[in-house]
C-alpha cells in the first residue's frame, strides 16, 4: 500500500512539489526577463546622463546645463502646457461620447464606438499630415476649399497644431476608459435620487460625477502621458515649438549628443512616472468601489437627451472620418492643390526615402513577430504570476516589472536599449563583463523587443483581468486528480481566455504598425519601417508620400481587425460556449 500523507498518495506529492518547483523557476525567470530588458536599459540611460561626450563622470553637471539652457529649459514648459491643454480637451470630448454610448438609448452605438476607435490604428505621424491638408498654409479649410468659401488659418504649425493632433490621438482612450466607468454605476444611487426628488443636474453633480471620479482620474492621467510623451505629432506640426520629445529627437539624431538625449529623457521620465504612480492609485480604489449587490444601469428614453447624443455623436464622428478623408484624398492628388487629379502617383514611393514597400513588409513581419512572441510571452507571465501559490515577494516584484514600462515613453526606451544593446561589454570593478544580448543590436530582434516591452503592461493588465475571472478551484481540482499544471494550462485555462489572448494579439500588431517612438533610434539600413519612412519622408518634403504610407498603415491595421473578427468570431463562440446557461 502506498504511504499517505494528508490524504494524497506520497508520489502524487512529490509531483505536486516538483509542479511547485517548476512553477517558481518560471516565475523566477519571468522576473528576471524583465528585469534585464526594462531595468538594466533604465540604469545604463541613467548612468550615461551623469557622464561627458568622453565617458567621465561629472555628475549632475548635465543636469545644470540643461536647466541652464533657456531653449531647451523651456521645452519643459511647453510640453505641460499642450499635455495640459490635450488632457482637459480630450477628457471632457471622450466624457461626452462615452456618456452618448452608456447612458443614452442612442441608436447604431456599435457604429459610432468603431468610428470613434479608428485613431488608435493611426500613426500620429499621419494625424499631423492629415492636419497638414486641412489647416496649413495651404491646407483645405485655410484655402476656403480651393477659393469656393473665404478661408481660416488658425496658425497651425506650433501649440495649436500638436494639441489638436493628440486631442485625435488621446480621444478614444478617455473614451474607453470613461465607457467603462459609466457602465460601472450602481443603478440603485439613480432610483433613490429620482425618490428623493432630485433634478437631472443635481443628480449629474451628485451620483454621476462622483460615482465615475476615479476613472476620470485615471483618464486624465493617460491622457496627460500619452500627450506628454508623443512624439510623431509634434515633429510634423510642432515648428519651432520644442517639446521634451522632439528635443531627444533633436539631441540624438540631428546633433549625436547621446549624452544630452539621455539628460532629456530622464526629465521626460520624471512627469510621466508620477502621472503613473496617481493612476495607479486611483484604480486601486475605483475597485474598491464595485459591489456585488450592484444593478446595472438601464438607460431610459428620453427624447431630447437621445436627440442631442445622436447629435453630438454625428458631429464627433464626421470630424474624425472628414480627417480620415482629407487623408486619404490628399495621398490620391497628384499635385496638392494645384493639380488635382487623382492616381495612386505617390504610392509608388519612386525618389523618396524611407524603404518603400520593402519598409511596409518590414513594419508587417514586425507586428506579427511582436503579436505572437508579446502574447505569449504577456500571457505565460500573466498565469504565472496570478495562479501561483506562496511566492508573495517574488509575484509583486514580478507585477510591479510588468507595470513599469507603462510609465516609459518609447522614446525613453528606445534610447535606453541603444545604451544597453549597443555595448560590447561593461567593466565592473577591473573586470570586462561582456554583453551576451549585444548581438540583438540592428537586427529585427531587438525592434520586436522594444515593441514587447512598450506595449507589454496594458497587455499584462488585460490578461491579469481575464485570469481573475478563472476561479482557482480549476487548479485544485487538478492537483487533486494528478493532472500536471501545464496540461490543466492549455486545456482548460488557454481555452477560457482565449477571446482575451486574441485581443493582446490584436493590440500588439497594431500598435506595433503604428508606432514610431520605440524604435526610430533602433531601425536600422536593413530594416527600415513604415512608421519611421513616414518621419523620414516628412522631414525630406515629401508629404504627399509620407501621407500615402500613412494610410497603406491605417488600412493594413484595419483589414487585419477585420480578418481577425472574421477569423475569430466562430473560435470565440466554441471557447466560450461553457458561458451559456
Not at 515 to 524: E, G, K, N, R
Request: charge should be positive; glycine fraction near 8%.
Amino acid at each position: 500500500m502506498a504511504e499517505v500523507t494528508g490524504g494524497l498518495p506520497a508520489s502524487r506529492l512529490a509531483r505536486v512539489d516538483v509542479e511547485g518547483w517548476l512553477k517558481r523557476c518560471l516565475l523566477l525567470l519571468a522576473s528576471a526577463w524583465l528585469a534585464v530588458v526594462v531595468i538594466l536599459p533604465l540604469l545604463q540611460l541613467l548612468s550615461k546622463s551623469l557622464l561627458d561626450n568622453q565617458g567621465n563622470f561629472v555628475g549632475l553637471l548635465n543636469y545644470a546645463e540643461y536647466f541652464s539652457t533657456p531653449a531647451l529649459r523651456n521645452s519643459i514648459g511647453n510640453s505641460l502646457y499642450v499635455s495640459v491643454a490635450t488632457t482637459i480637451v480630450s477628457v471632457l470630448l471622450g466624457f461626452g461620447f462615452a456618456y452618448a454610448l452608456t447612458r443614452t438609448n442612442l441608436p447604431g452605438k456599435g457604429v459610432f464606438r468603431s468610428i470613434a476607435m479608428a485613431p488608435i490604428f493611426t500613426p500620429t505621424l499621419l494625424n499631423g499630415i492629415g492636419l497638414i491638408y486641412l489647416f496649413g498654409r495651404k491646407g483645405l479649410i485655410t484655402r476656403g476649399f480651393f477659393g469656393a468659401i473665404p478661408g481660416v488659418d488658425i496658425g497651425l504649425y506650433g501649440s495649436t497644431g500638436i494639441i489638436i493632433s493628440e486631442v485625435l490621438f488621446t480621444f478614444p482612450q478617455a473614451m474607453m476608459i470613461l465607457s467603462v466607468a459609466l457602465r460601472m454605476t450602481d443603478a440603485r444611487l439613480y432610483e433613490a435620487s429620482e425618490s428623493l426628488g432630485a433634478s437631472r443636474i443635481r443628480t449629474f453633480f451628485a451620483v454621476t460625477l462622483p460615482g465615475v471620479k476615479y476613472g476620470l482620474i485615471s483618464a486624465v492621467f493617460v491622457c496627460f502621458i500619452l500627450a506628454f510623451t508623443d512624439f510623431g505629432a509634434p515633429q510634423v506640426v510642432g515648428g519651432n515649438y520644442n517639446i521634451l520629445a522632439t528635443d531627444i529627437y533633436k539631441q540624438v539624431i540631428g546633433q549625436q549628443n547621446f549624452v544630452m538625449g539621455a539628460v532629456v529623457s530622464v526629465v521626460l521620465l520624471i512627469p510621466t512616472a508620477l502621472a503613473f504612480i496617481v493612476d495607479r492609485i486611483a484604480q486601486r480604489r475605483q475597485v474598491a468601489l464595485i459591489q456585488a449587490r450592484s444593478v446595472p444601469l438601464v438607460p431610459k428614453r428620453d427624447a431630447v437627451l437621445d436627440g442631442a447624443a445622436l447629435g453630438y455623436c454625428v458631429f464627433i464622428s464626421l470630424l474624425i472620418l472628414g480627417f480620415f478623408a482629407t487623408a486619404v484624398f490628399a495621398s490620391l492628388v497628384k499635385v496638392w492643390p494645384y493639380t488635382l487629379d487623382l492616381g495612386l502617383w505617390h504610392y509608388s514611393f519612386k525618389g523618396t526615402g524611407g524603404g518603400g514597400y520593402q519598409a511596409l513588409c518590414n513594419s508587417i513581419r514586425m507586428a506579427l513577430y511582436s503579436a505572437v512572441f508579446g502574447t505569449a510571452l504577456t500571457f505565460g507571465a500573466a498565469y504565472l504570476i496570478e495562479k501561483s501559490r506562496g511566492q508573495n515577494v517574488l509575484r509583486q516584484a514580478s507585477y510591479f516589472l510588468s507595470l513599469l514600462p507603462l510609465a516609459l515613453p518609447g522614446l525613453v526606451i528606445g534610447l535606453a536599449y541603444i545604451f544597453f544593446f549597443n555595448a560590447p561589454g561593461w567593466d565592473v570593478l577591473g573586470v570586462r563583463i561582456p554583453n551576451p544580448l549585444n548581438w540583438m543590436y540592428g537586427t529585427m530582434a531587438i525592434l520586436v523587443l522594444s515593441n514587447v516591452v512598450h506595449f507589454y503592461s496594458v497587455s499584462f493588465l488585460t490578461a491579469t483581468t481575464a485570469l481573475k475571472q478563472l476561479d482557482r478551484e480549476f487548479e485544485t481540482v487538478s492537483e487533486s486528480l494528478g493532472v500536471p499544471f501545464y496540461v490543466t494550462f492549455f486545456r482548460v485555462t488557454v481555452p477560457v481566455c482565449l477571446p482575451a489572448i486574441l485581443e493582446v494579439a490584436m493590440y500588439y500588431f497594431a500598435n506595433s504598425m503604428a508606432t514610431v517612438s520605440a524604435v526610430i533610434f533602433l531601425y536600422s539600413a536593413d530594416t527600415p519601417l513604415a512608421s519611421v519612412a513616414i518621419a523620414n519622408m516628412d522631414d525630406a518634403g515629401d508629404i504627399a508620400p509620407a501621407c500615402a504610407m500613412g494610410v497603406l498603415v491605417v488600412l493594413i491595421n484595419v483589414l487585419v481587425r477585420m480578418l481577425y473578427s472574421l477569423l475569430t468570431r466562430g473560435v470565440k463562440r466554441r471557447s466560450q460556449r461553457w458561458t451559456i446557461r
